[in-house]
Nanobody, 127 residues
Framework: VQLQASGGGLVQAGGSLTLSCLAS????????MAWFCQAPGKEREFVAA????????YYADSVKGRFTISRDNAKSTVYLQMKSLKPEDTALYYC?????????????????????WGQGTQVTVSS
């Protein structure tokens, strides 16, 4: 599986961006997908996850109500709509796929639960 993230950029505080993650090489329509972010000097942290069908989503507390994760399995693409952006949202954003599909819950919030990663797209929010 290859994951290609795009859509990052520079935006003012309060602005919006939509990130996209295109999967290729193998279908990911059966798997949980997620977005993580990593700011300079910090560990990669969970942002949002979406179940294989798109029917269930889960968010980090810091982005609830501001970010929306969605997916279009026909296009093999996962999206992260980001609104009301804050300077503290500045980070490199990665998409990830869980093809192991193990465990009793579809929600996976740690990096070790995902086996495929995109290259990251930079989001910079100016104050």
């Amino acid at each position: 599986v290859q994951l290609q993230a795009s859509g990052g950029g520079l935006v003012q505080a309060g602005g919006s961006l939509t990130l996209s993650c295109l999967a290729s090489g193998r279908t990911v329509s059966n798997y949980t997908m997620a977005w993580f972010c990593q700011a300079p000097g910090k560990e990669r942290e969970f942002v949002a996850a979406i179940s294989w069908s798109g029917g269930s989503t889960y968010y980090a507390d810091s982005v609830k109500g501001r970010f929306t994760i969605s997916r279009d399995n026909a296009k093999s693409t996962v999206y992260l709509q980001m609104k009301s952006l804050k300077p503290e949202d500045t980070a490199l954003y990665y998409c990830a796929a869980d093809t192991w599909n193990s465990g009793s819950s579809w929600v996976k919030v740690t990096t070790d639960r995902y086996d495929y990663w995109g290259q990251g797209t930079q989001v910079t929010v100016s104050s």
